[in-house]
């Protein structure tokens, strides 16, 4: 591992300390090792000139190709403003303490520009930035837990992008059964529950890493192990939204299959969604364009890919979420999933829009009955097995056992163009 500091007798923002981590970030690509970068800036100062704002694009193009190769953290313990706070950007996570406080324009700015006035920690605290902005990925009580958080999630990456995550030996049985899971399905159709529950069963100790959890909460994004091997498992969270897609959900969906696939970690989806968020708004702001981003990643991902359907799997959000069409190797489906186009309540409002309201229940029963089950997406080999619920964490393991010799050749290009 390369860390990378400020130093003691080089100003915060300086020169000489954002020389040092360009270096550090040019020595981590050519020994290939995780960089770990401790960054606080409070911008060039007006006696550093041009050469400053040089030194702060040299180590924006080294950071830039370390991404993929090697593992790259930043721990924000203090102010980390101006331009140069656009390089959290480029790292792989960043982990931020209570000191933390990052923005590109000042409260002055902002309240001289826009007439609206703000705290510093309105506007770049690290609980905005977590639940807000998406860009911190784990938060810290102070910097000796930010240091035990970076810790814990270079265990679960390899040091470059060329090797295989680390495994771990566990006294978890692989062939554990968990017969609470078939419970957690409510019985009422719009019934909500924890889906991090579900992980916690599934993975080695009941223990996981989630990532960027305060910001688009509809989607949990973490990392876990099952029998001794990392997973990156990215589930729909029926307790915020009922787990209905949008702009910020795509892309931190996006960013973490992305993450995933750089470093060789197998990816779990796990499905329960009705579909992506309606709204004029949503529509204004490019959802087709940030929906796609989701989509794009997938697409691309080449590690072992095991899609699992909970429950509801409908319309586009059903492609988008690691489909078979979209190319997951292996789909398992609980008795309880629902693979269709749509809900049998909307479904029969189109369908037998004609129909008698003192019809409407038996033609949503019968819809029900015949398309909202996992069956006839099996017969026509969408689903590749449905399973008991409580089988999950041997199913899955079986799934990921079977994928592990999994190699793509991948297409001679420079880079495909994702829809950013």
């Given at each position: ?13 300086g ?12 020595v981590?690509?050519?020994r290939?090792?995780?960089l ?12 550093d ?12 193009q ?34 931020m ?45 102070d910097?000796?837990?930010?240091v ?10 390899p ?7 680390p ?10 059964t968990s ?8 019985a ?7 889906v991090?529950?579900i992980v ?14 305060a ?29 209905t897609l ?19 970690v197998?990816?779990?989806?796990m ?5 992506f ?9 490019g ?8 989509v ?10 095991v ?8 319309g586009g ?14 789909c ?17 409002s ?11 229940p ?24 449905v ?28 880079h495909g163009?994702?829809?950013?």
């Amino acid at each position: 591992m390369v860390s990378a500091g400020p130093g003691e007798r080089a100003r915060p923002g300086g020169p000489d300390a954002v020389n040092a981590l360009a270096v550090a970030a040019e020595v981590a690509l050519a020994r290939r090792l995780p960089l770990v970068a401790w960054l606080t800036s409070s911008g060039p100062g007006p006696a550093d000139g041009v050469g400053t704002l040089e030194a702060w694009g040299r180590a924006a193009q080294a950071l830039a190709r370390c991404s993929g190769t090697v593992p790259t953290v930043a721990i924000v313990d203090g102010p980390m403003v101006s331009g140069q706070s656009l390089l959290l950007g480029l790292v792989d996570a960043v982990v931020m303490t209570p000191q933390a406080l990052s923005y590109v324009s000042g409260p002055t700015a902002v309240a001289e520009l826009t007439g609206v006035s703000v705290t510093t920690a309105e506007l770049g605290g690290p609980q905005v930035h977590a639940a807000r902005s998406g860009l911190a990925a784990l938060l810290a009580p102070d910097a000796e837990q930010a240091v035990l958080l970076v810790d814990e999630l270079l265990s679960y990456l390899p040091a470059h992008c060329d090797e295989l995550p680390p495994v771990l030996p566990t006294t978890d049985p692989v062939g554990r059964t968990s017969e609470e899971l078939r419970e957690v399905i409510p019985a009422r159709a719009s019934g909500s529950y924890d889906v991090r529950r579900i992980v916690s069963l599934l993975a080695d100790d009941a223990r996981l890493l989630e990532l960027r959890s305060a910001w688009a909460p509809q989607l949990v994004t973490c990392l876990a192990r099952v029998g001794g091997h990392p997973v990156g498992v990215l589930a729909n969270q029926p307790q915020s939204m009922s787990g209905t897609l949008d702009i910020a959900a795509s892309q931190k969906g996006a960013r973490f299959v992305s993450f995933c696939d750089a470093f060789n970690v197998p990816l779990l989806t796990m499905v329960d969604t009705s579909g992506f968020m309606p709204g004029r708004d949503l529509e204004w702001r490019g959802i087709i364009r940030h929906g796609a981003e989701l989509v794009f990643a997938y697409a691309e991902a080449t590690v072992p890919r095991v899609c699992l359907v909970l429950r509801k799997a409908y319309g586009g959000a059903y492609i988008v979420m690691d489909s078979k069409g979209i190319g997951n190797d292996l789909c398992l489906a609980w008795p309880s999933a629902e693979l269709a186009v749509m809900g049998a309540e909307g479904a029969v409002s189109i369908v037998h829009r004609r129909a008698a309201p003192e019809e409407r229940p038996r033609l949503v029963e019968e819809y029900q009955e015949k398309f909202l089950n996992p069956y006839v997406a099996a017969e026509r080999g969408y689903v590749d097995a449905v399973i008991d619920p409580a089988e999950t964490r041997p199913a899955v393991a079986r799934c990921f056992a079977a994928l592990r010799t999994k190699r793509e050749v991948l297409a001679s290009r420079k880079h495909g163009n994702s829809p950013l």
